[in-house]
């Protein structure tokens, strides 16, 4: 936030101290083995000289280049506070937001690391590159994509996990829904029906995710769970049943591009292709990507047997990466975005590569 100074008589607006040696620029670029055009922030120390780089991959969810969720922007302070300390970052639209081009919903994880490799690729090129030193950070599902991305491309030398999926599609699904449903105000009753029907139904899109008969077999699943949740509502007295699945909606979902692939997202497969450095952190009170992620960077990478993986598990941090109270989702629209500690986490890291 800038501060107000006066200085004889005069009032003077200031940028805090470490965005104050930052050059920034808009940029468009085209995908070179798509169609869509980006629209981006590259952001890099004001003075001279050849800068590692990083690429910035946001998590699910249509966002901006600053990657605002509840009003807080998570990568640009990122962004301002690597580039005051030495590192060239690009941070982009989502496809079909602010100057990018494309349609958010007929995308995968997939396309969004190929998005990410379009950048690298870019970046490349960049009069203030290094591009032999370009990495890539996501956030939440952000943390496949990049996977991905590196699986697949020498030209990413490392990687940054902010709360990045490390775990198979229906696994994530599994235990995210679980988390929620256990903080949810629900009594034990709709607990259960909750859980019960999310399993059932996320078993069936996982079983036919590559078949036309999804939606059908969705609906089927629905109806036996219905018929038999009904008779149970019945026995246990309950008069007024409130509790709903939202079929629909959740059809309408399962059934589109990215929840068919990401439901068959093979998190092992993907990370056994990794071989570079990676940095992933996790917040402790985080509801939609659970800290248990932290392993599966260690498990599966083939950096991890070379030594070249570091976890940190921080304490009362929420999937915003925010410094949280009650660290329920109502809060985080009152809370700060990423803390000092965590660029300064962050930064230690990348200058130690």
């Not at 995308?107 to 290094?130: G, R």
């Not at 591009?131 to 890539?136: A, D, E």
């Amino acid at each position: 936030m800038r501060r107000l100074v006066v200085l004889l008589g005069l009032v003077m607006m200031i940028s805090p101290i470490w965005a104050q040696d930052v050059a920034r620029e808009d940029v468009l670029f085209d995908a070179q083995l798509d169609t869509i055009t980006f629209g981006a922030t590259i952001t890099s120390p004001e003075r001279e000289g050849k800068f590692p780089a990083l690429v910035l991959v946001t998590g699910t969810g249509p966002q901006n280049r600053d990657c605002e969720m509840a009003g807080k922007p998570l990568f640009r302070p990122i962004a301002e506070y690597l580039s005051a300390r030495g590192y060239v970052v690009l941070r982009m639209d989502d496809r079909g937001v602010g100057q990018t081009t494309g349609d958010y919903s007929m995308a995968t994880t997939s396309d969004f690391a190929h998005d990410a490799l379009e950048a690298v690729n870019y970046l490349k090129k960049h009069p203030k590159v290094d591009n032999k030193r370009i990495g890539l950070l996501g956030h939440s599902e952000g943390g496949a994509a990049i996977a991905i991305a590196a699986s697949q491309s020498a030209d990413v030398a490392f990687l940054v996990s902010l709360a990045g999926l490390a775990t198979d599609g229906l696994k994530s699904l599994f235990v995210q829904n679980e988390n929620l449903v256990a903080n949810s105000p629900m009594s034990d009753v709709d607990k259960k029906r909750s859980n019960e029907i999310n399993r059932l139904m996320f078993a069936v899109a996982y079983q036919y995710a590559d078949s036309d008969s999804l939606e059908n077999r969705l609906e089927e699943t629905y109806a036996y769970w219905k018929e038999k949740d009904s008779i149970y509502a019945t026995s246990v007295g309950m008069e007024h049943d409130r509790f709903r699945f939202p079929i629909w909606y959740y059809v309408q979902q399962a059934t589109g591009p990215w929840y068919r692939y990401f439901v068959r997202y093979n998190a092992e497969k993907v990370l056994s292709q990794v071989d570079v450095p990676v940095l992933a952190i996790n917040g402790d009170k985080d509801p939609f990507v659970d800290p248990v992620n932290l392993a599966y960077w260690k498990k599966y990478t083939r950096s991890a047997n070379k030594g070249m993986v570091t976890t940190r598990l921080l304490p009362n941090v929420n999937h915003l990466m925010q410094a949280c109270e009650t660290c329920n989702t109502k809060e985080y629209a009152d809370l700060s975005t990423i803390p000092n500690s965590t660029l300064q986490l962050i930064l230690d890291w990348l200058d130690r590569l």
